[in-house]
């Protein structure tokens, strides 16, 4: 019999093992690096979607469920800010000439939800933020403005992967940097 046979689906079982972990421990909020931001921004059709994944320090300083009043509304007003981010000064802003209008913003932080256990001392916890813009003129799309760095002083860096129909561009903002080039 060749081995080669016996040995496929043990390999193919490893990988599909090896993606859950990654999945799992960025769930979980591990192995983020503090000051660092990622981005994923891309223009399909009317549509600029932006994807932000944050360790929660960046945002709010700590990356645990809130313990003081002063900590409860910190987090409330981090929350709502990321909620609206077209409120100015506007966290992200495409080119006023394509008319993008904000149609949709989810934002979760599971550590700063009520109920949320008791995260051990060491424990990292990030925040996802998913944003949709429908552009009236999608062909005027040329730059998306970032208004991060002034927002949040603790972030230091941005790592942008931006994607298009016409391919795909990494970019890392360093402050203070604020534009990235949309692929169209
Ligand atoms: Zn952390």
Do not use: W
Not at 7 to 30: D, Y
Not at 42 to 54: E, F, K, R, S
Not at 178 to 184: E, G, W
């Amino acid at each position: 019999m060749d081995r080669t046979h016996c040995i496929r689906p043990a390999m193919v079982l490893a990988l599909a093992i090896s993606c859950t972990c990654g999945s799992a421990a960025r769930a979980a909020g591990k192995a983020h690096e503090h000051g660092a931001l990622r981005l994923d921004v891309a223009v399909d059709g009317h549509t600029l979607t932006i994807a932000m994944q944050a360790p929660l320090d960046n945002l709010l300083g700590f990356e645990r469920a809130p313990r003081t009043e002063a900590e409860r509304k910190a987090a409330a007003d981090m929350l709502a800010r990321l909620r609206s981010p077209d409120r100015a000064p506007p966290l992200f802003a495409a080119d006023a000439a394509a008319q993008c209008s904000l149609s949709r913003a989810e934002v979760s932080a599971p550590v700063l939800e009520p109920g949320a256990g008791a995260a051990a001392k060491d424990e990292h916890a990030d925040l996802d933020a998913d944003y949709e813009f429908s552009c009236a003129r999608p062909g005027e799309l040329r730059n998306l403005d970032v208004g991060l760095f002034e927002a949040y002083r603790r972030i230091q860096r941005i790592d942008v992967q931006v994607a298009g129909p016409t391919g795909q561009a990494k970019v890392t903002l360093k402050r203070p940097a604020r534009s990235v080039r949309l692929l169209r």
